[in-house]
């Protein structure tokens, strides 16, 4: 059974960083794309930054590119996804997603998302 | 960036009936690339239909999709209670991914 859990999130002040991870079990994880996806309170869903199989390409969102910054462990089943200067806007549940592995961008398992709350 | 607008906003409907939801695309999804997922309050979304109109495993052949170019559609037959959720179309054809804003299908 495919199992993505994520973790890291919580409380944070403006321009403050943290760090997410997710968890991979239950599939071949050097063998998939992996996503983070968040979606702010009450809104809809945000594509955030995404990798490739083995880590050597990355690609972001406009409201993150040079402050989040995207990647994996391969030998620790595990996506990370740092976050720094964080801002009010950046307040969202956070997801991980495994990418289906045709070479298209969907998602065909999420995990259970985790809440990054940025705020004074 | 291709900007997803999904119709209605919100959709009242009754067990039974039928659900026709709408997402237009501000300019041609490369290769049908195109998504909808399923999200009911407080679980992480729930892949739906993929390439436009092929169905994710487990997914019962009451939802099909269809469309191509810049019109794509996500029609439930004969709703279930557990079908009342809300609906993300998604295109993955160039990067931004982009998600549509959602419907909102309700109980009527």
């Known amino acids: ?3 993505l859990v994520e973790s890291g999130g919580g409380l944070v002040q403006p321009g403050g960083s943290l760090r997410l991870s997710c968890a991979a079990s239950g599939f071949t994880f ?12 009450g809104k809809g869903l945000e594509w955030v930054s995404s990798v490739t ?6 690609d972001y969102a406009d409201s993150v590119k040079g402050r989040f910054t995207i990647s994996r462990d391969n030998s620790k089943n595990t996506l990370y996804l740092q976050m720094k200067s964080l801002r009010g806007e950046d307040t969202a549940v956070y997801y991980c997603a495994k990418e289906d592995g045709s070479g298209s961008s969907y998602y065909d398992y999420w995990g259970q998302g985790i809440l990054v709350t940025v705020s004074s | ?10 959709l009242s409907l009754s067990p039974g009936e039928r659900a026709t939801l709408s997402c237009r695309a501000s300019q041609s999804v490369t290769s049908t690339f195109l998504a909808w997922y399923q999200q009911k309050p407080g679980q992480a979304p729930r892949l739906l239909i993929y390439g436009a109109s092929s169905r994710a495993t487990g997914i019962p052949d009451r939802f099909s999709g269809s469309g191509s170019g810049t019109d794509f559609t996500l029609t439930i ?4 209670p557990e079908d009342f959720a809300v609906y993300y179309c998604q295109q993955y054809g160039s990067s931004p991914y982009t998600f549509g ?5 309700e109980i009527k």
Request: proline share 5%; net charge positive.
């Open chain 1, 30 to 41: 050097s063998n998939y794309a992996m996503t983070w996806a968040r979606q702010a309170p």
């Open chain 2, 77 to 80: 037959t004969r709703l279930e």
């Open chain 2, 1 to 10: 960036e291709i900007v997803l607008t999904q119709s209605p906003g919100t």
């Open chain 1, 1 to 3: 059974e495919v199992q």
């Open chain 1, 53 to 58: 199989s083995s880590g050597s390409r990355t």
């Open chain 2, 101 to 105: 804003q959602g419907t909102k299908l």
